[in-house]
């Protein structure tokens, strides 16, 4: 795969550390790629959650139809 440099937006080295165009610093520190990674499995969590408390926000609804339509 390659990317660009975020700063001259030229193509970079796989594995470069600085820019061979406009030799800016272009790593990405660990720290911050272990924090994405933590990111996208929260999210993943999230919208699991999310469609759960739908699911039961549809179950309730739908008992409470049949409830009102009792009384
Ligand atoms: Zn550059």
Do not use: G, H, W
Not at 27 to 34: C, G, R, V, W
Not at 51 to 58: F, I, P, R, V
Request: net charge positive; hydrophobic share 40%; proline share 6%.
């Amino acid at each position: 795969m390659i990317a660009a440099c975020p700063f001259c937006a030229q193509p970079t080295v796989p594995q470069a550390l600085v820019c061979s165009s406009c030799s800016r610093d272009i790593t990405i520190p660990e720290t911050l790629l272990a924090e994405r990674d933590d990111l996208i499995r929260k999210r993943a969590l999230a919208s699991e959650e999310l469609a759960q408390a739908k699911a039961e926000l549809e179950a309730l609804r739908r008992r409470q139809r049949i409830s009102l339509r009792r009384s």
